[in-house]
Structures are given as structure tokens and as C-alpha cells.
């Protein structure tokens, strides 16, 4: 038995609530390294990609070349781990969980940058489609995956990417299915959120894009669709994962999926209409 | 041999030029009584539908319960043929031609109303595809159907429109092929024309709005899509008429398709951002 007086430990997949702040505070003092949907509802979450400075140009002009898969919130100055007008943030703690690459391989998870942070490191804070997932269910349309409490099914498509130096690669889109005045619908929705992969790259054809077969090259789990659905496709940002291992980038640190950092802006703020 | 000094005599196929009202002037005096596609570029056409008093106000409720494929861009006093705001315009003369319909069935057209206008008409001035179509071409997407010259296929689809008093029927609708990515964009440039139809009201899978066979079932010449195309759906302004004369109203007057009214406004004010 648990004596009333005595508080329980702090546990790290105790999910934590409150403002963006109150979140990132729980992350950074270690209470909480798990998913972060659902938290902060209304509130923008982001990619992250951080690469050393001399890759920071090439990356910069391929997200400004392909802003459906890479669309840029925002860079820090190099070796600044601040992110000015997103909130009191501090890059190396407020995301719950890290993915670190070497050379392009996936070497280890972690919780924290404090020991791997350097100099000359820059960050890039990339748009996320929980941003314009929020918009679509506003307007009152469904989103099976999220009602299933699963992410989207994801592909490698044959649309290939603009290249910059040593990034290039096939997009990775997701998809999402809606009948057919809904996919109308949700066109018009995420067209409202170019900062958040914006409207759909794709609708209805996916041998046209490379994708054959929608369940057997769904790399995550696939959803069956209904026979009155349209398989709508966007740009996804795992696309800038792919293309900064395969550049083989010496050292490079993304958010781990699905662990995204919260931000102070509201998913509203980023309507261009 | 026809001498210098000599004018040629006015015809009535000889296409005018000039502004919008150059254009009515021209078709006022009996100068023109031909189709208006491609006539004053950038300005509003109009469809047309003149009704008895009787009929007016559940006409009026039809159209704001059927925005898609009825969009009322101005409605007459009674018995004035004037239209305030939309140009220096009569309509029992400025319009190149007009059909005739008494009880629903089409009994003749004519290239004014002079003798036929009555006190207690009420002219309905209703949104065309024109406007919509000259967006899409300005955004550098092509229409297969005006490279040829021609119109756009026309379906009796099994959408049902909303009735309003005698006022009912099925939505007719034009298609207009386009490959994936263009077919977004597409709907994302006639979004921003909810008073000329907007976007569509349907893509992609016909069968679900009672088109089993594209060529069979079009209305109007079917021109061959694309096998990497898809189909997508406006409403059409004969809907409208379609009610009108199911309703069996005792007399009605239209423009005839393709000789449309020519207003002053330009399409570019009715773009809602």
C-alpha cells in the first residue's frame, strides 16, 4: 500500500498535459519520453533534423526546392540549440526522444543531446501533417487512422525530389483515402497549410507514382480502404530523413517518429487563408 | 466585284469586338445572335432564367439551396429588365439568342423579348463555367474541350438537388479531365469561385454519382480522356433548367446554351482570395 503522503515517482510515460511549455518542462526534465499525439491539441508540432554546417546550405536549398515533403519552419543560427518565436525551447532536452545517425545508419535512440550537441550543429524545423490532420477533422471529415489511434500508411513513390549537393532520393508521401466530395474537401482543407505539406501531391492513380500495390508497399501497417474511397497521397517528412542518410551525412539527429517537438504556435497561425 | 466606298451590310454571324458593352450594343441592335464563348476575355458571362412572379421566390430559395450547380450572381425587381451594378444592361435585348419554353417544353427561340417581356417577370442571372474555366487557364492546366472548340461533356448525374416548392430534379454536371496533380490543383483554383460553381462536386468515381459509362451517358459530343486522367465533376448551369422545366412552370425564357449574357464585371472580382 501506497502511504497518501507519499508522492509517486515521476514516471517517463506518464503523458503530460497542459500548455506546449508545461509539456516541453516535462520532457526536459525527463518525466515523459513517449509520442507526443494528442498533446497540446491545437498547437503546431514539428520534424526535426539537425546536421553539421558544412551540410546546412545543400539541405536548406533541398528543402526550399521541395517544400511539399520538407516545408521549413524554421533554421537555428549554427550551434544555437534556440528556436526564437516558437516558444522558450531548447533543442537538446524538449524533444521526447532522438534518432542518431551515422553515416547514414541508424545508431542508437536517446533522450537527450547534452553530450552529442555541438558547435557547429544547425537544426531544421520542418512542418508536420498534425497540423493540417487537425484541420481536416475540423471540417468534420474522418480520419480512419487516427480513429484507429495509428499513423498513416507511408510509401517510398517514384516522384522523385529536386536534388541539392548530396541530397536527393524519392518522396515519401502518406496516404490518406476519402470518398470523392471528401477528398474535394480536404484538398481545399490542406491547401490552407503549404507550411504543413499543404495539399495533396497526388490523387486517385498510385500506379502513376510508383505505388502498385497500396497494401503489399505500405511501409506502415496498412488500412483497408472502403470501395467508394480515393487514395489521396502528400509529401511526407520522412522524405528529408531518406535523403540526409542517403547523402550519408557523417552525423545527423532527427526527431525518432512520431516524438515530435511542441511548439508555442497554433496550428491556426499557420492558415494562409 | 464590290466597290471601296461601299460598306458591307451588317451580319448577324459577324463576331463583335471590344468591351463587354461593345458586345451588348452590338447584339441590341441585331448585329450578332452567335455564341459569346470567347467573347470580351476576363468578363463575366452569365446564364440566364426568366420566370413569372408566381415562380420567383421558390426559384430564388431553389438556387440558395443549390449553390454548386445554381450560383445567383443577381436577381431583377419585377418587371425590370435592368441589372444595377453589372453594366448598362436590357436584358429582354442583350442577349444573343433565347429559348422559349411554355409548360416545360421548348417552343421556339428568339433573339429578343420585346414582344414576349411581361410586367411581372423575374430574371435570374446565374454563375457559368466561363468564369471558372479562365482561371484554370491562367494557372497553366489545359481544357482538352476548348482546344477543340468545343464544350465540356454533360451528365444527368443521380446527385439530387435540394427542391425547393415545384423546383427539383437531378444535378447535371460537366466533366473536365485531368491528370492527378493537375486535378488538385484544379480544385484548388475553382475553389476560389464559389459564385461561377466553384469547385467540383464530385472526382474520380462516376459510378457512385450514377455515371456507368462516361461516353454513353454524356449529353454533349464525349471527347476520349487520358488513361492517366481522371474525371472530375462541376455543376452545371442546365440543372437549373432541368427544374424548371420538370416544374412544368407555364412560361420560361433562357438564354440559348453558349449565347451567354456579357456583363461588365470582371471574372477576377468574383475570386473570393
Known amino acids: 500500500m501506497v502511504a497518501l503522503s507519499q508522492e509517486p515517482a515521476p514516471k517517463a510515460d506518464a503523458r503530460p498535459q497542459g500548455s506546449p511549455a508545461e509539456i516541453r518542462q516535462a520532457i526536459r526534465r525527463g518525466l515523459y519520453d513517449g509520442p507526443t499525439g494528442g498533446l497540446a491539441m491545437g498547437y503546431v508540432q514539428a520534424n526535426l533534423c539537425i546536421l553539421p554546417a558544412d551540410y546546412a546550405d545543400?539541405?536548406?536549398?533541398?528543402?526550399?526546392?521541395?517544400?511539399?515533403?520538407?516545408?521549413?519552419?524554421?533554421?537555428?543560427?549554427?550551434?544555437?540549440?534556440?528556436l526564437p518565436g516558437w516558444g522558450d525551447i531548447d533543442l537538446r532536452t524538449d524533444v521526447p526522444k532522438?534518432?542518431?545517425?551515422?553515416?547514414?545508419?541508424?545508431?542508437?535512440?536517446?533522450?537527450?543531446?547534452?553530450?552529442?550537441?555541438?558547435?557547429?550543429?544547425?537544426?531544421?524545423v520542418l512542418?508536420?501533417?498534425y497540423s493540417f490532420e487537425q484541420a481536416i477533422l475540423e471540417a468534420g471529415l474522418r480520419l480512419r487512422h487516427v480513429e484507429l489511434g495509428r499513423g498513416p500508411c507511408r510509401y517510398r513513390s517514384s516522384l522523385e525530389t529536386v536534388p541539392a549537393g548530396p541530397f536527393r532520393g524519392g518522396m515519401v508521401v502518406t496516404m490518406r483515402p476519402f470518398r470523392p466530395a471528401d477528398a474535394i474537401r480536404a484538398i481545399q482543407?490542406?491547401?490552407?497549410?503549404?507550411?504543413?505539406?499543404?495539399?495533396?501531391?497526388?490523387?486517385?492513380?498510385?500506379?502513376?507514382i510508383g505505388i502498385k500495390d497500396l497494401e503489399a508497399q505500405c511501409d506502415s501497417g496498412f488500412l483497408p480502404m472502403g470501395?467508394?474511397?480515393?487514395?489521396?497521397?502528400?509529401?511526407?517528412?520522412?522524405?528529408?530523413?531518406?535523403?540526409?542518410?542517403?547523402?550519408?551525412?557523417?552525423?545527423?539527429?532527427?526527431?525518432?517518429?512520431?516524438?515530435?517537438?511542441?511548439?508555442?504556435?497554433?496550428?491556426?497561425?499557420?492558415?494562409?487563408?
Chains 1, 2 share one sequence.
Request: aromatic residues 10%; charged residues 20%; negative net charge.
Open 58 to 82: 545543400d539541405f536548406l536549398r533541398y528543402c526550399q526546392r521541395n517544400p511539399k515533403p520538407c516545408p521549413l519552419l524554421a533554421v537555428t543560427e549554427v550551434g544555437d540549440p534556440t
Open 98 to 124: 532522438y534518432d542518431v545517425f551515422r553515416d547514414g545508419e541508424f545508431v542508437e535512440d536517446v533522450t537527450d543531446l547534452l553530450s552529442l550537441w555541438r558547435g557547429d550543429f544547425v537544426a531544421f
Open 127 to 129: 512542418g508536420c501533417s
Open 189 to 208: 482543407v490542406t491547401s490552407r497549410f503549404p507550411m504543413v505539406h499543404g495539399a495533396p501531391v497526388h490523387i486517385g492513380m498510385p500506379h502513376l
Open 227 to 273: 470501395d467508394d474511397e480515393l487514395p489521396l497521397f502528400w509529401g511526407c517528412g520522412v522524405t528529408p530523413q531518406v535523403a540526409v542518410q542517403e547523402a550519408r551525412v557523417p552525423i545527423c539527429i532527427t526527431h525518432k517518429p512520431a516524438h515530435m517537438l511542441v511548439t508555442d504556435r497554433l496550428n491556426s497561425s499557420l492558415s494562409v487563408f
